[in-house]
Nanobody
Framework: QVQLVESGGGLVQPGGSLRLSCAAS????????MGWYRRAPGKERELVAK???????AYRDSVKGRFTISRDYAKNTVYLQMNSLNSEDTAVYYC??????????????WGQGTQVTVSS
């Protein structure tokens, strides 16, 4: 059974930093893409950043230069370093992975979400 487990959310003041982590566990053959999405109250879920095998990355415009996505291939873990946080970054952040479990077909998996609140 594949699981994605996030950690690192919390309350931070404007201008502060947080680092989110997401570890994929279970019988995994290959991970193709890992990423972070977020959903703010009353808004649609949106892509924040993603990283593909080989290291290519993509970010939404509003986080470019402030957020950095990285991946530890040996640990099947993806990180999101968030700097210069502001109130518009407040949301539930979800980890997402496109992966192939051992003996199975490729599919999309989601974590349970972690709350990030930016407030003074």
């Amino acid at each position: 059974q594949v699981q994605l487990v996030e950690s690192g959310g919390g309350l931070v003041q404007p201008g502060g930093s947080l680092r989110l982590s997401c570890a994929a566990s279970g019988s995994i053959q290959s991970i193709f893409v890992m990423g972070w999405y977020r959903r703010a109250p009353g808004k649609e879920r949106e892509l924040v950043a993603k990283i593909r095998n080989g290291g290519s990355t993509a970010y939404r415009d509003s986080v470019k230069g402030r957020f950095t996505i990285s991946r530890d291939y040996a640990k099947n873990t993806v990180y999101l370093q968030m700097n210069s946080l502001n109130s518009e970054d407040t949301a539930v952040y979800y980890c997402e992975a496109v992966l192939q479990p051992e003996g199975g077909l490729s599919n999309e998996y989601w974590g349970q979400g972690t709350q990030v609140t930016v407030s003074s």
